[in-house]
């Protein structure tokens, strides 16, 4: 099965800095990507996904991630983050036609914006 | 609202008791999962409903059933509640099992005691 590091588990940042979290896989082959974030107390929500196409996704509130397939990545960034981004970020990875065993979650990211 | 719907929000088991928690998506979605969330482990699978009819394990299944009631419910059963499943419990569903969970469920907060 495939694995996925996320290599910081808390990140802290100012309001207004630059953000860009690590994801990592293990899967050799074909792959679908993507990022969740958790608001404090609240489900998963879907920020973006790649299936194929421009390796450089948008997707809400800002938030874009670039899947670089040599280095088997797909970091998640922000220009300038804001307050209200503080929340818990986890990449997920599905291997496409490699077996009937869903999505792989990383641990997660825990980020705080401080004002 | 549209959105996948679990029930209970909360409970408590006592160890040995049994219980149901329900999840039904009114999306149309042919895919359905049930997660459990620990702190620090992320997200792991229990098992998953590829499409009607059909049900498959996942990472931790062990000490679970599920059920695809019917393409819109998929309910995930405990036999014999143990503290090691005390966890937050999410549903989930999508177009596709390949296309990941696009909506989860508010989660349910389970304690075992």
């Known amino acids: 099965a495939q694995s996925v590091s996320q290599h910081n588990h808390h990140v802290i940042l100012s309001e207004a800095a630059s953000l860009e979290l690590g994801c990592n896989y293990s899967y050799g082959g074909t792959v679908n990507l993507f990022w969740y974030v958790q608001y404090p107390g609240q489900h998963l929500q879907l920020l973006l996904k790649?299936?194929?196409?421009?390796?450089l996704v948008k997707g809400i509130k800002g938030f874009e991630a670039e899947f670089i397939k040599s280095k088997f990545s797909f970091n998640l960034r922000k220009p300038s983050v804001q307050w209200s981004d503080t929340a818990e970020y986890f990449c997920?990875?599905?291997?496409?036609?490699?077996?009937?065993?869903?999505?792989?979650f990383g641990k997660g990211t825990h980020l705080i914006i401080q004002p | 609202n549209a959105g996948v719907t679990q029930t209970p929000k909360f409970q408590v088991l006592k160890t040995g008791q049994s219980m149901t928690l329900q999840c039904a998506q009114d999306m149309n979605h042919n895919s359905m999962y049930w997660y459990r969330q620990d702190p620090g482990m992320g997200l792991r699978l229990i098992y998953y409903s590829a499409s009607e009819g059909t049900t498959d394990k996942g990472e931790v299944p062990n000490g679970y059933n599920v059920s695809r009631l019917n393409k819109r419910e998929f309910s995930l059963r405990l036999e014999s509640a143990a503290p090691s499943q005390t966890s937050v419990y999410f549903c989930a569903s999508s177009e596709g099992w390949d296309r990941g969970p696009a909506f989860f469920g508010q989660g349910t907060r389970l304690t075992v005691v």
């Open positions: 997920a990875v599905n291997r496409v036609g490699g077996g009937a065993d869903g999505l792989t």
């Open positions: 790649y299936f194929s196409g421009d390796p």
